[in-house]
């Protein structure tokens, strides 16, 4: 089978991803304005939706006349989920460690200077180990809905040719 789309997909989501991560540096959310992050990082949601939209409508475009029945539909989003949610260590590496390394510190000096959390609470939620795994659970979970939702809207019957 050929998975071109898929795989042109997942490294178009990859990419968006990486660029939001420098654009929340660059908007003082990871830094100076870290107090924003969480109010404005529903905004990614909408990306990551977004992205899934396009890759329907292109799949759904490029299959035509032979349709693009529901099972199809779901197949080709789980494929993506599963490719992205693989990804997500990758690029949480690359935001942690390359694009914004003060990130932890930040976030965690915030929650013990405003009582949310002591600093061990702080130091064991806000950390790459956690936030891989969180991200995984979060990328999955939002992929498959936005896979079942799609392929839904998406569906377009089979029309065999004799």
């Known amino acids: 089978m050929n998975y071109k789309t898929e795989l042109q997909w997942s490294a178009i989501f990859f990419s968006v991803t990486i660029l939001w991560k420098v654009f929340e540096k660059m908007m003082g959310w990871h830094g100076e304005n870290i107090t ?14 977004a ?35 693989l990804l997500s260590p990758i690029v949480q590496a690359i935001t942690h460690q390359l694009i914004s390394p003060d990130f932890f510190p930040n976030i965690i000096d915030l929650a013990v200077q405003n009582n949310l959390m002591n600093i061990n609470e702080a130091q064991n939620k806000f950390n790459l180990s956690n936030y891989i795994m969180e991200n995984m659970i979060g990328t999955f979970a939002l992929g498959t809905i936005c896979s079942l939702v799609l392929a839904f809207v998406f569906r377009r019957k089979e029309h065999h040719v004799i």
């Open 51 to 85: 992205v899934y939209l396009f890759a329907f409508w292109d799949k759904r475009r490029s299959v035509g006349f032979n349709g693009f029945p529901l099972a199809k539909g779901i197949k080709f989003g789980m494929i993506i989920t599963c490719i992205i949610t």
């Open 36 to 49: 924003e992050h969480s109010k404005f990082s529903i905004l990614y949601d909408g990306l990551f939706i």
